[in-house]
């Protein structure tokens, strides 16, 4: 079933997200430029809008920029599937063989999903930043607690400073864009302004990105390994917190159904593998909604990662110019200069953010779980977890 939000979805899909991942907690915070081999920005915390294409539309593929970004990769292997039509997009009459398309057949390929081990919970938000992040920030800050963010690249072009906040606080960047009804050339647009945005903002270069709604499809994803992304999904409707669904269904209410899903997999001795959720930095009643459900996860001992930390990833972001971007033998250090940052994202979500996806294994019930979303144009989709360039 698809989203009821039908505002909240467009919002979503007009704009693009980044997916920013906190770095496992043992890591301490990284200063831009301070350790070895950390980015060094020229103004860390501001970007020239002009150098960027309109937020409010999918951004053109016949620039100089783009046909470079389109010259440097090989796209003459992608499958050839049908485009899917709607934002969100709706689920195909029929879908053939070999589309694995993870929103309406729970096919994730090799997408992750989870955190490999049990009691570990893989901590995400998608479609920031916003004025709401800060608070959350100064929260996860205060319990020693690093997550993963999807950043939308219109809210990265428009609060720059925040994004520089996350990578300072240790957190792990990503993206977040919808993607399954664009062309291969308009993907490519869309995940590279919005890794722009945060390599000029932060001197990094993501590698993990979330499809927004999940929207994820094999066509998707062979571009997507073409330009060296992880793509990262959630659990299901399980670990959906469904935050994006406020105020059409009660805070209270949505505490509620994420505790219950929380003791049940608590309750379980024979968990073998952890969880991802999704959770949105959409406003200051979903970042309260983060700050209730997060020590009720500590107090059923559950121990609350980023998903580069959850996967043991020491090296989250890209290397650049063959140096490896590795945030130092202790993760200290951040990323070199023009480091790529990527996300990943697995099943679709099934909540209703629009392009900033979330992702979620059981999504039928909802195409739209997001994590930032919209269109930096540079669009993004809620739930999918892919870069958009599109602004809200």
Sequence with gaps: MLPVLLSTIALLLSSSSVLVQAIPAAEAAVSIGAAPGAPSPSSPGTINMSDYPSPSAIPPTDSDQVKKWLSEIDLSG??????????????????????CYWTCEDCAAD???????????GLTFDDGP?????????????????????????????????VVDEVQAGHHLASHTALTTLTNEQIVAEIKWTEKAIEEATGYRVRYMRPPYGDIDNRVRYVLRQLGYTVVDWGGDTFDSEDWKIP????????????????????NLTNSRGFISLEHDLTSVTVGVAKTLIPFGLQKNLTILSVAECLKDATP?????GVPMVPGSVNTTA??????????????ASSGS????????????????????????????????AFLYTML
């Design 335 to 348: 990323p070199a200069n023009g480091t790529t940052i990527v996300t990943n994202s697995g099943s679709p």
């Design 354 to 385: 629009g392009q900033d996806g979330l992702d979620l294994k059981n999504h039928k019930s909802s195409l739209a779980a997001h994590t930032i979303e919209g269109r930096f144009l540079w669009v993004t989709a809620a739930a999918a977890g």
């Design 317 to 321: 972001y890209k290397a650049v110019n």
């Design 248 to 267: 059409q269904v009660s805070e209270t209410k949505v505490v509620s159904d994420f505790q219950a899903s929380i003791t049940t997999y608590s309750q």
């Design 111 to 121: 997408d992750v999903v989870d955190c490999p081990d049990p009691n570990h919970w």
């Design 78 to 99: 992608a499958p050839s599937i049908p485009h899917n039509v709607g934002e969100p997009p709706s689920c195909p009459a029929k879908i053939e063989p070999g589309v």
């Design 130 to 162: 916003t004025p709401a992040t800060p608070d959350l920030l100064d929260f996860l800050k205060a319990q020693s607690i690093k997550a993963t963010f999807f950043l939308i690249g219109g809210n990265v072009i428009k609060y720059p400073k925040t």
